[in-house]
């Protein structure tokens, strides 16, 4: 089964409602920003996406499906560095019935190739928690490289796990 055709699109702010829905589901937020855990407010969640829209050194994109133009997920490239050419990527897939059918491995895919072909970035790294089989698996399709692991870095659901640091080189992503 191939992943249904997505869009990567600007968010706007109008879209906090759906993000706060998505932020109220555990399970979605389970290995995702920190930040998410403290959101228990429409509020709060418009202030994050008010500043998160607002940064200059992030790349943000709505994962939509090109059908619909549902809104179904957020993803981009934060903590960009000119003097290094480098940056962080980031992926939440909110929409649950949407898990598992490869979109977090296409979106991972467009993300980086614009990282690599638009922002000029050499460098493109992330982290990962460990239990995240899903999503590290989908890293290492999209040609990510596990650098090293930051020991119990994680604290979830009353214990620590590890958090896996990953990257991909433009010069890597070049050989495809």
Request: aromatic share 10%; charged share 20%.
């Amino acid at each position: 089964m191939s992943a249904p055709a997505i869009q990567l699109v600007p968010l706007q702010l109008d879209q906090a409602a759906i993000f706060h829905r998505w932020i109220q589901d555990p399970e979605v937020v389970l290995y995702s920003l920190n930040a998410f855990q403290q959101m228990d407010s429409l509020a709060k969640v418009t202030q994050w996406l008010s500043a998160t829209l607002a940064d200059t050194r992030s790349l943000n994109l709505g994962v939509y499906l090109a059908e619909t133009r549902e809104l179904i997920g957020h993803a981009g490239i934060s903590g960009m560095s000119t003097a290094n050419q480098a940056g962080e990527y980031f992926i939440l897939l909110g929409e649950k019935r949407y898990w598992g059918q490869g979109i977090a491995t296409e979106v991972t895919r467009q993300v980086v190739a614009r990282g690599f072909a638009e922002l000029g970035l050499n460098r493109i790294m992330l982290t990962v928690s460990e239990p995240n089989q899903g999503g590290v698996k989908a890293y290492q399709r999209a040609r990510f490289q596990l650098e090293g692991r930051l020991r119990q870095a994680c604290f979830r659901n009353g214990a620590f796990h590890d958090k896996l640091v990953m990257s991909v080189l433009r010069e890597e992503w070049r050989d495809r």
